[in-house]
């Protein structure tokens, strides 16, 4: 199934509903969605059938009606799916955020501390995050790892932040893994 190849517009879209679809798995509707990714709704209702068509949504009718992302969504746009993911903290400019949790952190450069990076996976949009602000992610549940940095680009698509890291620190000695 994630052979299906999607345009970045179909990408952003079916992004914008898996995420609002996580914060309360009701359908949502296309009114919602084109406000989370700035278009027309009458865009996302015709992206919303080629989307249907491939088998990534489906449409719920009715007055509380809209669209859910199928499995195959998840699927296609490598999303894991879990029942009960471990929650990872997360603030935005010292405020914690309720509705994102982090889905995976990749350091790059750790041997070249002015240039360490890390691309951090979020559950959630990123659209209200912006260059330069500061983040500060963890702890996370094994390592206690916490990270501290300013916001350095992102992938509204992807719904990754790349954060030049400022502070990094983890619990010296034994962890419980």
């Known amino acids: 199934m994630s ?16 995420n609002l679809h996580r914060d ?3 359908a949502v509707k ?6 989370e990714v ?6 996302i209702r015709n992206q919303m059938q ?15 009606g809209g669209y859910k992302p199928t499995a195959n969504a998840y ?10 993911p471990a929650f990872v903290p997360l603030f935005h400019e010292n405020e914690e955020l309720d509705n994102a949790n982090v889905e995976e952190i990749d350091l790059s450069s750790v041997h070249h501390p002015e240039l360490c990076r890390a691309e951090v996976h979020i559950q959630g949009s990123v659209r209200d995050f912006h260059e330069g602000d500061s983040m500060t992610v963890g702890p996370t549940p094994l390592s206690k790892l916490i990270i501290e940095g300013t916001i350095d680009g ?3 698509t992807s719904n990754i932040l790349i954060l ?8 010296a000695g034994e962890t419980s893994h």
Do not use: C, H, W, Y
């Open 3 to 18: 052979s299906i190849e999607l345009t970045s517009s179909q990408k952003t879209i079916l992004t914008a509903l898996i």
């Open 24 to 26: 309360d798995e009701e």
């Open 30 to 35: 296309g009114e919602t969605i084109a406000g």
């Open 38 to 43: 700035d278009r027309n709704p009458g865009t």
């Open 50 to 64: 080629s989307l249907k068509a491939l088998q990534l949504v489906e449409g719920v009718p009715g007055p509380k």
């Open 75 to 84: 699927e296609a746009l490598d999303v894991n799916q879990m029942e009960n």
């Open 154 to 156: 992102k992938d509204d």
């Open 164 to 171: 030049q890291i400022d502070d990094m620190r983890a619990p």
